[in-house]
Nanobody
């Protein structure tokens, strides 16, 4: 199973980026999927989750109203639209499937993340 995040980059504060995370080797259409991030010197933290059907979403308070998570089960891919970016959003972003019954607990190995850097 491989999880490949992409779409990161360098952006000025107030800008936008759209991240993608494609899964291969296994389908996660029956699982909630989430985004997590890890800033330098900090622990990995939860960012957003979307239910298997895509009908429900859940966000960390720090990104609520600015980030939008979505998914395309036919492509086995989850997305994160990030608007109004702030320097404190700078981190490596990862995606992961979520444990059944949890909105914030991932399972499996972390795939390759994508670096997001927001300049002030």
């Amino acid at each position: 199973v491989q999880l490949q995040a992409s779409g990161g980059g360098l952006v000025q504060a107030g800008g936008s980026l759209r991240l993608s995370c494609a899964a291969s080797g296994r389908t996660f259409s029956n699982y909630a999927r989430g985004w997590f991030r890890q800033a330098p010197g900090k622990e990995r933290e939860f960012v957003a989750t979307i239910a298997a059907s895509g009908g429900m979403t859940y966000y960390a308070d720090s990104v609520k109203g600015r980030f939008t998570i979505s998914r395309d089960n036919a492509k086995n891919t989850v997305y994160l639209q990030m608007n109004s970016l702030k320097p404190e959003d700078t981190a490596i972003y990862y995606c992961a499937p979520l444990r059944t019954g949890s909105w914030t607990t991932p399972f499996g190995s972390w795939g390759q993340g994508t670096q997001v850097t927001v300049s002030s």
